[in-house]
């Protein structure tokens, strides 16, 4: 219920269901948003990777058909270099393998940051009941 607080000239409306949010309780949320941003990055980051991974497993397959004397060009940077046959293999099981410990690493980061606002969500629901929402749009 709003009620109506008259200071000089100015009319202030004040809901009776506000809550004193300390310096403490602001940098929780703060916290918690920083996070949030950061999820949605490591999840962009995870999708690309893995689209990543895609590729190279899909190029491993298909290079199983050239014969051992073609070369085969090999991105790297942005340069194409041409290996033989096992060499350019070995190439993309490094790059798959690489490409594997990355997915792990943001994975890992992602499940540390999650826990963190788990956390934190609890905290805060428990500090402002209905008054604060930190559910994701998803």
Same mark, same amino acid.
């Given at each position: &219920?709003?009620?109506?607080? $008259?200071?000089? @000239?100015? %009319? *202030?409306?004040?809901?009776?269901?506000? *809550?004193?949010?300390?310096?403490?309780d602001?940098? %929780?949320? @703060?916290?918690?948003?920083?996070?949030? $941003?950061? &999820?949605? =990055?490591? %999840?962009? =980051?995870?999708?690309?990777? %893995?689209n990543? +991974? #895609?590729?190279?497993?899909?190029?491993?397959?298909?290079?199983? +058909?050239?014969?051992?004397?073609?070369?085969?060009?090999? +991105?790297f940077?942005? *340069?194409?270099l041409?290996?033989?046959?096992s060499?350019?293999? =070995?190439? /993309?099981?490094? *790059?798959?393998?690489?490409?594997?410990r990355?997915?792990?690493?943001?994975?890992?980061? $992602? @499940?540390?940051?999650?826990?963190? &606002?788990? =956390? +934190? #969500? $609890?905290?805060?629901?428990?500090?402002?009941?209905?008054?604060?929402? /930190?559910?994701?749009?998803?």
């Open positions: &219920m709003a009620a109506k607080v $008259a200071s000089g @000239n100015t %009319k *202030v409306f004040q809901n009776h269901d506000d *809550v004193h949010i300390s310096f403490d602001q940098q %929780k949320i @703060n916290k918690f948003a920083k996070h949030n $941003a950061r &999820m949605d =990055e490591l %999840k962009v =980051e995870l999708e690309t990777k %893995k990543q +991974l #895609k590729n190279v497993e899909e190029a491993l397959e298909e290079i199983e +058909l050239f014969d051992e004397d073609e070369d085969i060009p090999f +991105l940077g942005e *340069v194409f041409s290996h033989k046959l060499r350019t293999q =070995e190439l /993309l099981k490094e *790059v798959k393998e690489k490409t594997r990355e997915i792990s690493n943001i994975e890992t980061q $992602a @499940n540390e940051i999650k826990s963190e &606002m788990n =956390e +934190l #969500k $609890a905290q805060l629901y428990q500090r402002f009941g209905s008054n604060i929402s /930190l559910e994701s749009d998803d």
